[in-house]
């Protein structure tokens, strides 16, 4: 996974952040019973966010020392500090009612195990939540790896999602998958 430039400028300062996130909570509704993994965690911001309204969220990140920030002190987080591409059967996904990615999804280079795995291991119901660069954002990672929101629905619906939300973001957008009866 590649860290790309202007991290600092993806999603503004801590209330640009806040607004984004309190916008997150709304469309995915997050209940006691609800387990998020949050893969790419990154910071941890919106991981803890999460935790403020679920049960768990499984905090996954390569970078093991971002996973010690101040972000990550919730009791309901489980720091994972794997790279998701070589440790994907390791994680117990099945266990999720939502798995999010924010940013990190187009730089992940096992997508397509990665929705071969979630169509497998996800419950009908569970949602994948993703936030990604639109392709004209002036930041970010190289356009050839970023998705348009018609591209990355393309990828993910044939896996069994189908989108049940989305919204615009500025520089990025959200977009809320469903996972199909098998």
Sequence with gaps: ???HGGQGRQHGNLEARSAI???LLETMRLGPGDVVFDIGSGDGYYSSRFAES??????????????????YQHV????????VCAKLGALDLSRATHVFFSNSFHDMECQDEILRTLARELSEGARLDLIEFH???????PRHIRYSK???KAKVEPHGFEE?????????YFVSFERRQA
Excluded at 76 to 83: L, Y
Excluded at 164 to 172: P, V, W
């Design 150 to 152: 018609e591209s990355l």
């Design 76 to 83: 309901n987080i489980e720091k994972q500090g794997v790279d």
């Design 21 to 23: 996130a309190d916008r």
């Design 1 to 3: 996974m590649a860290i």
């Design 135 to 141: 392709l004209d954002t002036p930041f970010g990672p």
């Design 164 to 172: 049940k939300a989305s919204f615009d973001l500025g520089t990025h």
């Design 54 to 71: 679920c049960g768990k969220v499984v905090s996954v990140e390569a970078y093991a020392e971002a996973l010690e920030g101040p972000y």
